[in-house]
């Protein structure tokens, strides 16, 4: 989990982040935002233990701002492809054989008769 949410959470907050904190200051509350830092929090504990990038603060998200641009336009093109239907036309069907007589030259039972 850590390596599909992980990077994005941690995006995420390092965008958002300084919005919360101020937010927190406006309304006096200092619960706004705190689960998301949380899991940001967690996911760098994380990243620090796998010897990944320990910030992920503006200079570094500005840094990576092409590279997951990019990211994000391969996946929405991979989901885009996943969706589309693809039609072609009918293959032909081959007409079914004729039933086989029974060797035995004993007609099989109907039912009905």
């Avoid at 998200?61 to 239907?85: H, T």
Wanted: charged share 25%; glycine share 8%; proline share 11%.
């Amino acid at each position: 989990m850590r390596l599909s949410l992980g990077p994005a959470t941690r995006v995420w907050w390092g965008l958002l982040g300084p919005s919360a904190e101020v937010a927190r200051d406006r309304a006096n509350d200092r619960g706004i935002g705190v689960d998301f830092e949380w899991l940001a929090g967690l996911f760098a504990k994380y990243d620090r233990k796998a010897g990944e990038p320990a910030a992920y603060d503006t200079a570094y998200i500005a840094e990576r701002v092409p590279d997951l641009l990019e990211s994000n336009r391969r996946a929405i093109r991979l989901f885009e492809e996943l969706r589309a239907v693809v039609t072609r036309p009918e293959a032909p069907v081959a007409p079914m054989p004729p039933p086989r007589p029974h060797r035995s030259g004993a007609r099989p039972a109907t039912s009905g008769g």
